[in-house]
């Protein structure tokens, strides 16, 4: 009796296998279609365009105040020179620096934006796993090499739908 349970177990160890639903979905291809992505997209660029149009405002100091001082250069009093050439030195070093920071809130603002909209797509699949009943559901736009899309259901419209995408 004991033996024809563990043959029976045996038999019937395949078929749960196959009883498993795995899923997968193409995030990039959600992305690129959710207006907080498009929302975002603008957001940076108008972010970056505030940016350099503060930058090519401390430029435009910088080369008129050295302009004049290079024209005012050989009439200066000494002193009045090397207070002019600290001002310009403290403007490039201004320049610098702002340029900098700029690049990393740049950089932070887009982490964080990416980071909100990974957050929501996460969250989508896996309320679709838990209510499908999926074991796994794998994303394909992250470079899995090979998934057989035989025994494997492609949730991504599901997970748009989801998210009020078309």
Not at 39 to 46: I, M, P
Not at 61 to 66: A, G, I, L, M
């Amino acid at each position: 009796m004991k033996k024809h349970l563990i043959i029976l177990a045996l038999m019937l160890a395949p078929l749960t296998v196959f009883a498993q639903k795995f899923g997968h979905v193409n995030s990039e291809n959600i992305i690129k279609v959710m207006p907080e992505w498009q929302q975002a997209q603008t957001d940076l660029q108008n972010l970056q365009k505030q940016f350099e149009d503060d930058l090519k405002r401390l430029e435009d100091e910088f080369t008129k105040k050295s302009e004049e001082y290079n024209a005012q250069q050989a009439t200066l009093p000494d002193q009045i020179k090397e207070r002019r050439e600290k001002e310009l030195q403290d403007l490039y070093t201004r320049m610098q620096q702002y340029y900098q920071e700029s690049q990393q809130k740049l950089q932070q603002a887009s982490v964080e934006k990416q980071q909100a909209i990974n957050e929501k797509i996460l969250k989508a699949i896996k309320e679709i796993g838990a209510e499908g009943g999926y074991l796994y559901i794998f994303d394909v736009s992250s470079g899995i090499p090979f998934i057989n899309e035989t025994i494997s259901v492609d949730v991504t419209d599901q997970v748009k739908a989801k998210l009020g995408i078309k």
